[in-house]
T-cell receptor
Framework: NAGVTQTPKFQVLKTGQSMTLQCAQD?????MSWYRQDPGMGLRLIHY???????DQGEVPNGYNVSRSTTEDFPLRLLSAAPSQTSVYFC??????????????FGQGTRLTVV | GNSVTQMEGPVTLSEEAFLTINCTYT??????LFWYVQYPGEGLQLLLK?????DKGSNKGFEATYRKETTSFHLEKGSVQVSDSAVYFC?????????????FGKGTRLSVIA
């Protein structure tokens, strides 16, 4: 079972470069989200999607772009990398239907350093 | 909106000690509550969950009870082991007009020494 797969695991960027963090899930989940994890800050929501073609901003969306063309994939794009975007990024997916809300499944993370 | 406040660490305990990590929540609607664990260098794994008042989630010797009257979901374990050293996150998700993404506390780092 693959679950949620993130690539790459590690990345170093120079300030101003752009890149895309990939996220794919094979559980047919409608919900997908991107979080960043910083020391002392916990996990903060960047963007999320409730289904193909639908995205919305989270708590810290500036400097990031997302799209959701398929149920399986939810890439996160850094448009012009800045040192403040140095962080560990996690993608998550969950089943959106039914009550009560269910748990999210997480990828292994991408450790990004911007120099 | 939803928010989660949890005890900030780090917490250092001796092996076989009792563990409590406090977590309180604020939410519109009726949230589901979760505890996630993150071992060094890894992603987050679900540890336990509860979806309604008075539910008790349990796994690997850890327990947490959903207390609506005190809006709390404290994590407990009677006897910790060195292998429990990790970061623990409390989280909530509400269903209003569709489920909302998880909201996390800031995490509590636990170190257990032999």
């Amino acid at each position: 079972n693959a679950g949620v797969t993130q690539t790459p695991k590690f990345q170093v960027l120079k300030t101003g470069q752009s890149m895309t963090l990939q996220c794919a899930q094979d559980m047919n989940h409608e919900y997908m989200s991107w979080y960043r994890q910083d020391p002392g800050m916990g996990l903060r929501l960047i963007h999320y999607s409730v289904g193909a073609g639908i995205t919305d901003q989270g708590e810290v969306p500036n400097g990031y772009n997302v799209s959701r063309s398929t149920t399986e994939d939810f890439p996160l794009r850094l448009l012009s990398a800045a040192p403040s975007q140095t962080s560990v990024y996690f993608c998550a997916s969950s089943y959106s239907g039914g009550t009560p809300p269910t748990e999210a499944f997480f990828g292994q993370g991408t450790r990004l350093t911007v120099v | 909106g939803n928010s989660v406040t949890q005890m900030e660490g780090p917490v250092t305990l001796s092996e076989e000690a009792f563990l409590t990590i406090n977590c309180t929540y604020t939410a519109t609607g009726y949230p589901s509550l979760f505890w996630y664990v993150q071992y060094p260098g890894e992603g987050l794994q679900l540890l336990l969950k509860a979806t309604k008042a008075d539910d008790k989630g349990s796994n690997k010797g850890f327990e947490a009870t959903y207390r609506k009257e005190t809006t709390s979901f404290h994590l407990e374990k009677g006897s910790v082991q060195v292998s429990d050293s990790a970061v623990y996150f409390c989280a909530s998700a509400s269903r209003l007009s569709g489920n909302t993404p998880l909201v996390f506390g800031k995490g509590t780092r636990l170190s257990v020494i032999a």
